[in-house]
C-alpha cells in the first residue's frame, strides 16, 4: 500500500474545478473517511454530507472516479486508480457547493409519483394480514430497501436526456406501493407515473440497477409499472387518462 | 399529449417490434434462399407477381416498419433534440405517412408489375 493518496475534490458550484489534495492512506479507508480527513485536517470549508457511515441513510452518495457510489461503504481499495481518487458531486443534479447536490428536485419526483402511501383503514380496524409469500408482498420486498441516495438517479441517461422523467428510485417507490394491498391510492399512482415522463420512458439501459448500491432493479419496478398502467389504461375509461 | 396516448404509442412500438422480428427473420431467409439459389430478378418477380400472400407479407412488414420507425424517431427527436409537442407530433405523422407509401409503393411493384 503507498503511503498518500492523490485525491482530486469539486470545489465551488456549477462552475467550479476541481482541487488537489493528499491523503494518508490506512487499511480499510473508505472514500468517505478520505474526504473526511480533507475536512478534518486540510480544509475545513470542504461541503459534504453524511449521516449514519454504516450504509443506511443514503445521504453521503458521490461521484467517485466518474460513477456515483455511496462513499461510506466504499472502500478506497476497491475505487482508486493508481493511487488517484476524483471526487464530485452526483450528475444530473445542481450543485450547492463542493460535494453537495441539490436533492430537491429528486425528492420532489418521489411525491410526484404518488410515493405517499394512502391509508384505507383506521386506527380502530383491525391490523392488516398480508401473507408473505403472496405476490405483491414478494414484489414489495423485492424493492423496499431504497435508501433514497440518487446513485441511480445520477447514473440514469433518461434523466440527463429528459428533465421531466421521475427516475428510477421515484418509479421503484410508486411500484412499492403498488403491490401495497393496504393502499387506496392505486389508479391515482399508475396516472402519474405513465407516460413520458414516468415509466413508459425507460429505455431499460439498467444503470440504475447496475449502481444501486442496494443491489435493487429499480428496472424490473419500471417494468412491473409499465404492465400495470398498460392494464389500466386498457382497462379504464378513457377521459381517466385524457 | 395524453396520457392514454402516450400508452397506446409505447403499446404500439412493443407490437410493432414483435411483428418486424418476425419479418425480418422471414425477409433475411427469402434472401439468403433466392441468392443461393441463383435467381434471378425477373424469377424473384415472376414468383412474387399476383401473390397475395407475399403481397400481404411485405404489406404488413412496411406498416409495421412505418409505424415502429416513427415513433423511435418521436422519442430521440424528444429526449436527443428536445423536439417536443404538436410540431412534433405532425412531422412525425407525416414521416410515418410517407414511409409507409414508399414502402406500399414496392410492394404494389413486386405484386402488380406496375409503379
Redesign the interface.
Same mark, same amino acid.
Given at each position: 500500500m503507498s503511503t498518500a493518496l492523490q485525491v482530486r475534490v469539486w470545489r465551488g458550484g456549477k462552475d467550479g474545478a476541481f482541487q488537489a489534495f493528499e491523503v494518508p492512506r490506512r487499511e480499510s479507508q473508505t472514500v468517505l473517511d478520505v474526504v473526511t480527513h480533507i475536512q478534518r485536517h486540510i480544509d475545513p470549508t470542504l461541503a459534504y454530507r453524511f449521516a449514519c457511515r454504516v450504509g443506511m441513510c443514503g445521504s453521503c452518495a458521490m461521484t467517485v472516479n466518474g460513477r456515483p457510489r455511496w462513499t461510506c461503504r466504499t472502500h478506497v481499495d476497491r475505487v482508486a486508480r493508481e493511487g488517484v481518487l476524483e471526487l464530485a458531486p452526483l450528475a444530473n443534479l445542481p450543485v450547492v457547493r463542493d460535494l453537495v447536490a441539490d436533492m430537491r428536485e429528486f425528492f420532489d419526483k418521489w411525491a410526484r409519483a404518488g410515493g405517499r402511501f394512502v391509508p384505507t383503514a383506521t386506527r380502530a380496524d383491525p391490523v392488516a394480514a398480508v401473507r408473505p409469500d403472496s405476490k405483491p408482498r414478494r414484489e414489495a420486498d423485492a424493492a423496499i430497501e431504497c435508501i433514497g441516495c440518487g446513485v441511480c438517479y445520477a447514473a440514469c441517461d #433518461?434523466v440527463a436526456?429528459?428533465p421531466a422523467y421521475l427516475g428510477p428510485a421515484a418509479l421503484n417507490r410508486a411500484w412499492t406501493l403498488a403491490n401495497d394491498t393496504r393502499d387506496g391510492g392505486r389508479d391515482e399512482r399508475l =396516472?402519474a407515473v405513465?407516460?413520458?415522463a414516468g415509466c413508459?420512458a425507460c429505455h431499460t439501459h439498467m444503470s440504475c440497477t447496475e449502481h444501486c448500491p442496494k443491489g435493487l432493479s429499480p428496472t424490473r419496478s419500471i417494468a412491473g409499472l409499465?404492465r400495470a398502467? =398498460?392494464r389500466a #389504461?386498457l382497462r379504464q375509461a378513457?377521459e381517466d387518462?385524457? | 399529449m395524453s396520457l392514454r396516448r402516450e400508452v397506446r404509442l409505447w403499446l404500439a412500438q412493443r407490437v410493432t417490434a414483435a411483428v418486424l422480428a418476425a419479418c425480418v427473420l422471414v425477409h433475411l431467409a427469402t434472401i439468403i434462399y433466392a441468392v443461393r439459389g441463383g435467381l434471378s430478378a425477373s424469377e424473384i418477380l415472376g414468383r412474387t407477381r399476383g401473390d397475395f400472400a407475399w403481397a400481404t407479407f411485405y404489406a404488413v412488414f412496411v406498416l409495421a416498419a412505418a409505424v415502429h420507425g416513427a415513433i423511435g424517431l418521436r422519442n430521440i427527436l424528444a429526449e436527443w433534440a428536445g423536439w417536443r409537442g404538436g410540431g412534433a407530433e405532425v412531422a412525425m405523422t407525416v414521416f410515418a405517412v410517407f414511409l409507409a407509401l414508399l414502402g406500399l409503393r414496392a410492394v404494389a411493384a413486386v405484386f402488380g408489375g406496375g409503379a
Open positions: #433518461v436526456w429528459n =396516472l405513465a407516460g413520458d413508459h409499465k398502467t =398498460l #389504461v378513457p387518462y385524457e | -
